[in-house]
């Protein structure tokens, strides 16, 4: 496997892309692949600083187009810095959310139009897409009662059931438009079984990278 692949993971809250993220690391490693770890928003120092005014309550009442514009100059920032210096020195990214959130939060939940947000990903990205998405997906209530076992919510966690079956429906929408780079998980299943789908996931995406 010569070309340096980014693969992001993507989910509404709860649903485990925190510890998946942790089990995909240890596939890389596995095949020898050389990688780096990375989220969104953050990623940088900036990127970081940035996500700490998203996601804190300093500013409650944010513009749906404010919390949008600063999703996309975190995104700046992360590519400009951590992504494409990455591949281009042939390693490899993953990465915790990346644009495909933008349209499920910014676009599904917010209801900012989707045709906006294409705009400014085609601006601030180039041609820089993910080449392999796995959508953690369950339904909201069981996400919820995952997270609200952990800290106190940020902004977005204090959102209403009503917005994130907002922010599924969206992801699931891009899952079944883009099949080839989009692969659903179904992460209502029990740790075990959502590894096993995704150690599937990861090796049929490594037998066509070699392809
Ligand atoms: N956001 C946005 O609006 N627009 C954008 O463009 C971007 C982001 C990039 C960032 O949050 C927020 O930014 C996010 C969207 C917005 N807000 N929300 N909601 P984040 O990604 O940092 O946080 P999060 O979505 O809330 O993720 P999380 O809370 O870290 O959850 P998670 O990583 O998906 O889950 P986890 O921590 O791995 O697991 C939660 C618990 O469940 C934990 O105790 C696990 O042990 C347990 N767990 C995990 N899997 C299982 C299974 N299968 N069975 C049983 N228990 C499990």
Same mark, same amino acid.
């Given at each position: 496997m010569t070309q340096a692949r980014f693969i992001t993971l993507e989910g509404s809250e709860g649903v485990g892309k925190t510890t998946n993220l942790e089990y995909i690391k240890t596939l890389l490693s596995a095949q020898g692949i050389d990688f780096i770890v990375t989220r969104e928003p953050g990623g940088t120092a900036l990127g970081e600083q940035l996500r700490e005014l998203l996601l804190?309550?300093?500013? $409650?009442?944010?513009a749906d187009e404010t919390e949008l514009l600063m999703m996309f100059a975190a995104r700046a920032e992360h590519l400009d810095k951590v992504i494409k210096p990455a591949l281009a020195n042939g390693q490899w990214v993953l990465c915790d959310r990346f644009t495909d959130a933008t349209y499920a939060? #910014? @676009?599904?939940? *917010? @209801?900012?139009d989707f045709e906006r947000i294409r705009i400014l990903e085609d601006y601030v #990205?180039? $041609?820089? *897409?993910?080449d392999l998405t796995l959508l953690l997906d369950a339904p909201i209530e069981i996400g919820r009662e995952r997270a609200n076992q952990r800290s106190a919510p940020d902004r977005f966690e204090k959102e209403q059931t009503d917005f994130f079956n907002k922010v599924r429906e969206a992801y699931l929408s891009r899952a079944k438009s883009d099949p080839q780079r989009m692969k659903i998980i179904n /992460? /209502?299943?029990d740790l075990d079984a959502v590894k096993s789908q995704i150690s599937d996931q990861i090796k049929l995406f490594f037998s066509h990278s070699d392809s």
């Open positions: 804190g309550h300093k500013h $409650d009442g944010m939060y #910014q @676009g599904g939940g *917010r @209801g900012i #990205q180039g $041609d820089c *897409r993910p /992460a /209502a299943l």
